[in-house]
């Protein structure tokens, strides 16, 4: 089939990879010359495990074309996968899904099907309908066209896979002829996806959208809600460990997303808790649940350096820490919403020297950084970008661990204790079990397995299943 997709940006770029890949003649549009070259040349403006060969193989192949020229994009199927950025209030901003919109009916000249997939506020199918039909009015066209809302699911990292293997296709489409038509044509599209047992739910364009927003809020609740579990296991000596087990066996539970940690980041729960939360004000209905979930994570993020200065003292004048992991999550060097960061805020601020070490986020992050207004250049200068992990730990105070990169997992502890002028270890993400930090020497903190539980655990000689973080 042919098709267009509207934007080179994160999900944009996976779509028409994909796509792609599955056989399809696939033109990307991009307004930003300079990523069309970059792309082109099979270089990536994000970091995303497998996407550059997919590009590279398919740009070879030549299924997969970028270009800013809007008017080689006649096909029949047109995906919009531009930015929808947060406004002031919150409110997801649909001005690029409208324009994409807009400059489709210009040119169109047949039956065209117009797929939303960017996360958008409940009702943009209806906008995108109605900008259309109000520039084929001008036109004085009686064309056809059908808005279908497909809402992606990738996680970052993961989005190739997530793509190929998705475990459902949501597709909203419209009632009517059109709408059927667009289904018949995006049932053929998604064919090699559902080939062995089907994942496509069909529902209305509204439903559509409301489900990406209570997908990533349901999500987002599990998280909290772990973690407010966690802070309370460490006061009353349980461990969340056993705890995730314990619950997680419950199939109605399940245990994914129940890893407690320094707080969720990226650029989606918080964006899309945001929006969804200001939609449901508008509707009438604030979200009780929402907010506390997002106060409850912002908490969380301060937790590490607040642990920190409780341990330190407020003024860490004189103290070096080492901090690894700053992207949100393993296997990007995306920082937005980073726990990291907030950390080294916290950090700079109380007057502490601190060494990063991050596998691919240096740049995303110091440029993050330069931009928070309440680091000035002197907060900054204490700032050093390590080059491995090992080098972060010369002469420090103590670790802190932030995100779960893999090559964090098993440090070399003997190393790692003689680096450090004290042998502490801040672990945000609870990859260490906490038992083999005390046997190694080690002053442990985790998140929610507090040593009254641990004493416990060993006299009755019990072992926990694998643990440590969701990416385990
Ligand atoms: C998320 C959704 O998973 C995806 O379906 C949607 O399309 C976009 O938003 P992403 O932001 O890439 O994807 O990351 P995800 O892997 O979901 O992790 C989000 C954050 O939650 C990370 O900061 C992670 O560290 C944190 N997290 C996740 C936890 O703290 N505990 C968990 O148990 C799981």
């Known amino acids: 089939m042919r098709i267009t997709v509207f934007g080179a940006g994160y999900v944009g770029l996976v779509t028409a990879a994909c796509l792609a890949e599955l ?12 990523r069309i070259a970059l792309l082109e040349r099979g270089q990536l403006p994000i970091h995303e495990p497998g996407l550059a060969e997919l590009v590279t193989a398919n740009v070879g192949a030549g299924r997969l074309r970028f270009s800013s020229d809007a008017d080689g994009g006649m096909a029949e199927l047109q995906f919009i996968a531009v930015g929808t950025p947060p406004d002031e209030d919150g409110a997801a901003d649909v001005e690029h899904v409208l324009q994409a919109a807009r400059t489709i009916a210009r040119r169109m000249a047949g039956f065209q099907v117009i797929v939303t997939k960017s996360t958008v506020p409940i009702g943009t199918a209806e906008r995108v309908r109605a900008a259309v039909q109000q520039e084929l009015d001008a036109r004085g066209s009686g064309l056809s066209f059908a808005v279908v809302s497909n809402p992606e699911f990738l996680k970052e990292g993961a989005a190739v896979h997530d793509f190929m293997q998705p475990d459902r296709i949501v597709l909203g489409v419209e009632a009517g002829t059109a709408g059927r038509r667009a289904a018949a044509l995006l049932t053929a599209l998604y064919e090699p996806l559902n080939r062995h047992h089907p994942r496509t739910v069909w529902m ?21 809600f772990i973690n407010e579990m966690a802070n309370l296991a460490d006061l009353i000596g349980a461990d969340i460990e056993a705890v995730r087990c314990g619950i997680g066996a419950d199939q109605r539970i399940g245990y994914s997303f129940l890893y407690a940690g320094c707080g969720y980041g990226g650029s989606c729960f918080p964006k899309d808790l945001q929006a969804l939360g200001r939609l449901a004000s508008e509707a009438g209905q604030p979200l009780r649940l929402l907010r506390a979930v997002e106060a409850i994570n912002n908490d969380q993020k301060l937790m590490l350096g607040q642990r920190i200065l409780a341990r330190f003292g407020d003024d860490l004048h004189g103290h070096v820490f080492a901090v690894w992991g700053l992207a949100f999550k393993p296997d990007t060097d995306d920082v937005r919403h980073a726990s990291a960061l907030v950390l080294i805020g916290q950090l700079l601020r109380a007057n502490a020297c601190v060494a990063v070490y991050d596998p691919v986020a240096h740049a995303t992050a110091r440029r993050a950084l330069e931009q928070d207004r309440s680091l000035g250049p002197e907060a900054l200068a204490r700032l050093r970008y390590a080059s491995d992990p090992m080098n972060a730990l010369q002469g420090a105070d103590a ?8 090559q964090f997992r098993s440090p070399d502890w003997r190393q790692v204790k003689a680096l450090l002028r004290q042998p502490v270890v801040f672990d945000g993400r609870n990859l260490f079990e906490p038992r083999l930090m005390a046997e190694a020497g080690i002053e442990h903190h985790s998140i929610g397995r507090p040593p009254r539980a641990r004493l416990a655990m060993a006299s009755a000689g019990a072992a926990l299943p694998a643990q440590g973080g969701q990416n385990a």
């Open 23 to 34: 056989g399809n003649e696939v033109l990307c549009l991009e307004r930003d010359p300079a």
């Open 204 to 224: 209305d364009t509204r439903s559509a959208e409301l489900t990406k927003y209570a997908a990533n809020a349901m999500l987002a609740t599990r998280i909290s």
């Open 399 to 406: 670790l802190a661990i932030v995100t779960e990169w893999k």
